[in-house]
């Protein structure tokens, strides 16, 4: 399967490397004859204006122009009165449909992508019309008695549209995760705040597959670096949520010292230890690596131990730190990232450090100079 995916993914690069990049979009709108259409590009934060004509006495009009991959672009009559397609290069799109009421009187051939929008939209545009009027006629008879039965009847088929329309979207992303219309149905909203899709299973699939084909559109980069912190964000609650939840002992770390010897964080336990990371190429951790060091020299007979544990990937710049900044607690690291540390401790930032009770417990949480002082001081006292 993987073979065959990967086979998938060089088919599509050499036919978007061979394609010609001209294409055309024409068209005729009944009931415009003299108006002016605009043509511009829609790019993430705002709109390249492309071009703009006047429809002929038919209602006609014709625009040109070239891309390197599958691009967004509108059609506009004015603010209100648009709709977006996506095109390829060579494609010629042909689009039909009425002056007076564009954006839901339209039809369009010739390019597969702008076919797809103009499905999503159909499909959207009625299932939200669906949902606005279930809504009125909740909030007009919700203090009603005489229509509690139907109130019933209402709520169970606003979730029921709510669904076949989520449901729909996130198919179709399975269907087509190599076109661009995926990108435009992941963000697909209800209103403001609420996304028709709140899956990230089907943000990674369509992030992956359309990455690897469009790794310089900027549609893509931006749907997979937005997925990207999405992930970061999920496994971040799901840290938070187990460490909260448990209050057990902390993931054990091994790495090497060093002197290339195993240290193991839960070999300490039976002492209060101060779990840091930290990484010597970062300015912030050398400022604060003194600090650690003034304490541990304090406490480090009184059943206390720092276990640094550095991110570097930089063996002798790591080797100096220690040296320059008189760490004498275990350090350890893998000279590449110790990564699964890390990502099992949630680090998002340096430095950062737990406290861990005698039983390996987190009692504390990023403590810094006086704030740390305090706390062992009223340990140890």
């Known amino acids: 399967m993987k073979n065959a995916f990967y086979v998938l993914i060089v ?88 002056y007076q009421n ?23 545009f009625q299932a939200k019309s669906k949902r606005d009027s279930l809504m009125k006629l909740y909030n007009l008879h919700k203090n009603n008695a005489l229509y509690s039965t139907k109130i019933e009847e209402w709520n169970a088929l606003y979730i029921k549209t709510t669904t076949d329309h989520t449901n729909y979207v996130t198919s179709f992303v399975k ?41 310089k559109n900027e549609h893509v980069i931006a749907l997979y670096n937005n997925t990207l912190q ?53 300015r912030a951790s050398r400022i604060v690596n003194p600090v650690l060091a003034e304490i541990y020299n304090n406490y480090k007979n009184r059943g206390f131990e720092i276990f640094m544990v550095s991110v570097d990937n930089d063996r002798v710049a790591w080797m100096e730190a220690i040296a320059d900044d008189n760490l004498s607690c275990i350090n350890v690291g893998d000279m590449k990232g110790s990564y699964q540390a890390t990502t099992n401790y949630n680090i998002q930032e340096l430095p950062f450090n737990y406290l861990l009770d005698k039983d390996g417990i987190i009692i504390g949480r990023n403590l810094k100079g006086p704030a740390l002082n305090q706390t062992l001081s009223k340990i140890f006292k």
């Open 175 to 215: 269907r087509n995760p190599f076109s661009l219309a995926s990108v435009y149905a992941l963000y697909q909203k209800w209103d403001e705040t609420n996304f028709v899709v709140n899956d990230l299973q089907s943000m990674k699939t369509a992030a992956s597959a359309l990455f690897s084909v469009y790794p």
């Open 102 to 124: 564009f954006i839901r009187d339209y039809k369009v051939s010739g390019s597969k992508g702008s076919e797809l929008l103009l499905d999503l939209d159909n499909r959207f």
């Open 11 to 98: 088919l599509f690069v050499f036919v978007a490397c061979g394609k010609k990049t001209n294409f055309t979009i024409s068209g005729q709108l009944v009931g415009g004859a003299g108006k002016t259409i605009y043509f511009n590009k829609l790019l993430i934060s705002n709109l390249l204006p492309f071009d703009s004509v006047e429809l002929d006495k038919e209602g006609k009009f014709k625009f040109k122009g070239n891309t390197s991959s599958p691009a967004f672009y509108q059609l506009k009559l004015s603010k209100n009165s648009f709709v977006r397609m996506l095109l390829d290069s060579s494609e010629n799109a042909i689009i039909k449909g009425s």
């Open 230 to 282: 999405l992930i970061k964000e999920e496994n971040s609650k799901k840290m938070n949520a187990a460490l909260k939840e448990s209050a057990v002992n902390s993931p054990n770390i091994i790495l090497p010292d060093a002197d290339g010897r195993e240290k193991s964080l839960w070999s300490l336990h039976g002492k209060y230890v101060l779990l840091h990371f930290w990484s010597a190429k970062d």
